[in-house]
């Protein structure tokens, strides 16, 4: 498998999740400006969407969208129980999660990184965004993890998506449960060792 990623983005879910489980995989780096990936390839002939993350599998098939992917590679080792199993109602919450994530979040946190718009509608976006931590703050007091069975795929989502608070200068105080998970799952070496190759910019450990 080959991972298409690039250093500070949601890719870094899936890139948590392959070490997790040790799978053997290919990580290549792609430039977000360019479109280009290290190698020279043009991104957009393997993701015609232009973004991050992408999962070429062995028989070129590629997957895109971060929670699709997330729950392909979950379920390639379901023994580790990074998702419940396909059916279960267990994993309808996770997909509940997920999706929470992915529109409430992450959706909201996209204007806050646009320079094009005016500050007092980004305070709004803001506004909206702590609503929605008081809500995974009220999980996280009750449960270390979003489900009850422990470490799963969201919260590699979870840990991602608010790594980036501190492109807003938002500080975790008023959420102390969400910063202690934060602390958490950043000791994970999984989680490590992934932030450590993207930093340096490494395709191999």
Known sequence: MKLYYAPETCSLAPHIVLLELDLPF??????????????????LHINP?????????????VLTEGAVILQFLADLKPTAGLAPANGSWQRVRLQEWLNFLGSEIHGTMGPLFNAAIAEDVKAIFRARLFQRFALLENTLARQDHLLESGFSVADAYLFTVMRWNRFFAIDLAPWPALARFME???????VKAALEIESAGLTQP
């Open 184 to 190: 958490r799952v950043g000791e994970r070496p999984s």
């Open 49 to 61: 969407k232009g973004y991050v993350a992408a999962l070429q599998l062995d028989n070129g098939e």
């Open 26 to 43: 290919e990580r290549v780096r792609v430039d977000n400006r360019s479109k280009l990936t290290e190698h020279g390839e043009d991104f």
